[in-house]
């Protein structure tokens, strides 16, 4: 049922009916310019623990919190379904929403120099076994192919494969030789 200010209730109380457009304005309002963190605990405030229903939602009318059905919850504050259920599971546990985002530990470590000064070295040695004729690196075109050169860096030193991909020796000589290795000092 579509209700008078454009607003899709699905709930059989009408609960967003019962705000304004300023109102819900308003509510939105509060959320600007503020961090993931204070949104959360803003919104688990907003989350009572009962029996049954097993939760209770809140909406913010000025000062005064009125209840409001889960739809409408979520409608009102902007925010998902997987947001609300991730609060209401906290809640549950009696713990404070905290803003996890990077801190999983599972990024990468930024390489090591040694590595970057290993693919530098192998780069520079492959130019130079190019300029004096004892290894072809170039296509047909006279173009360097630098995934010939990768190949070469794998198998002198394989266990260094899943530490440097081609993408990275790619990037790496890019922005360090430009491409222009008949410029190199060698």
């Known amino acids: 049922m579509m209700g008078r200010s454009g607003f899709k209730s699905g709930c059989d109380m009408n609960c967003i009916l019962n705000f ?35 939760f209770t939602y809140h909406a913010l009318k000025g000062e005064e919190r009125h209840v409001v059905c889960r739809k409408a919850f979520i409608s009102l504050h902007n925010t998902s379904t997987k947001a609300v259920y991730r609060l209401t599971k906290l809640l549950e546990k009696d713990q404070v929403p905290e803003d996890f985002r990077g801190k999983h530990g599972h990024q990468r470590s930024p390489r090591p120099q040694w590595v970057n000064d290993m693919m530098h070295h192998h780069m520079l040695y492959c130019v130079s ?58």
Do not use: C
Request: glycine fraction near 4%.
């Open 20 to 54: 304004t457009k300023h109102e819900r304005v308003a509510i939105l309002r509060k959320f600007a310019n503020k961090s993931k963190d204070e949104i959360d605990n803003h919104l688990y405030s907003l989350i009572e623990k009962r029996e049954k229903p097993k």
């Open 129 to 186: 076994l190019q300029d004096i004729g004892r290894h072809d690196f170039t296509d047909d075109a006279g173009v360097l192919v630098v995934n010939r050169m990768y190949q070469l860096f794998v198998d002198m030193s394989p266990w260094m494969e899943y530490d440097v991909s081609y993408y990275v020796y790619l990037r790496y000589f890019k922005r360090h030789f430009g491409g222009h290795y008949s410029t190199l000092d060698v």
